[in-house]
């Protein structure tokens, strides 16, 4: 069974960094593309950042130049390295696996509040 184990998250207050982590099990890690999204309170889930399989990484425009979305195919683990938080990324933030066009899978989540 597919577990993917996200660790990291805190309360920061306004400015701090924070990094999670997420550790793949039981897939294909290294042809699968890895990202990150999150999800506030009354809000959809959203997309963060994403990484494939060859390093190509993609950014929303609201984490651009504070994120770092990275992998260590060698580990199975794909990483955030979150800069400068604001309390508008406040949210729950989930790991995310795609395999092809038909296979993805979840992490269960984990809390990143920020405060003012």
């Known amino acids: 069974q597919v577990q993917l184990v996200e660790s990291g998250g805190g309360l920061v207050e306004a400015g701090d960094s924070l990094s999670l982590s997420c550790a793949a099990i039981?897939?294909?890690?290294?042809?699968?593309?890895m990202g990150w999204y999150r999800q506030a309170p009354g809000k959809q889930r959203e997309l963060v950042a994403d990484?494939?399989?060859?390093?190509?990484?993609n950014y929303a425009d609201s984490v651009k130049g504070r994120f770092t979305i990275s992998r260590d195919n060698a580990k199975n683990t794909v990483f955030l390295q979150m800069n400068s938080l604001q309390p508008e990324d406040t949210a729950i933030y989930y790991c995310?696996?795609?395999?092809?066009?038909?296979?993805?899978?979840w992490g269960q989540g984990t809390l990143v509040t920020v405060s003012s």
């Open positions: 995310n696996a795609k395999m092809g066009a038909n296979r993805e899978y």
């Open positions: 039981r897939i294909f890690f290294s042809i699968s593309t």
């Open positions: 990484i494939t399989p060859g390093g190509s990484t």
